[in-house]
Nanobody
Framework: QVQLVEYGGGLVQAGGSLRLSCAAS????????KAWFRQAPGKERELVAT????????YYAGSVKGRFAISRDRAEGTVYQQMNSLKPEDTAVYYC???????????????WGRGTQVTVSS
């Protein structure tokens, strides 16, 4: 199991950008598939993006495709989420997750961070 902590959330104006980081501890992050999920108040948790274990394959939800980019830094044991052209509907708690394979199902991920709040104002 990998312990994960998210950083970089905050308040940003619509059209602005944020970069989220997810740092691993306890065990190496290398070799795990990684994902970002988000959950807005009153809504179910939804997948935002995934990246496979070697960083060569990515997936994005249609609502963020072209605006968000997931990447990894194996040397630092960190996964990133660059978020551009942010919209108010992007407001949510963003969670970092890790698992054996990159899937669209949250139950397939074994390790989760506590989440970081992203708020986009109009």
């Amino acid at each position: 199991q990998v312990q994960l902590v998210e950083y970089g959330g905050g308040l940003v104006q619509a059209g602005g950008s944020l970069r989220l980081s997810c740092a691993a501890s306890g065990r190496t992050f290398s070799g795990y598939a990684k994902a970002w999920f988000r959950q807005a108040p009153g809504k179910e948790r939804e997948l935002v993006a995934t990246i496979n274990w070697n960083g060569r394959s990515t997936y994005y939800a249609g609502s963020v495709k072209g605006r968000f980019a997931i990447s990894r830094d194996r040397a630092e044991g960190t996964v990133y989420q660059q978020m551009n052209s942010l919209k108010p509907e992007d407001t949510a708690v963003y969670y970092c997750a890790a698992g054996s394979i990159a899937t669209m199902t949250s139950d397939d991920y074994d390790s989760w961070g506590r989440g970081t709040q992203v708020t986009v104002s109009s």
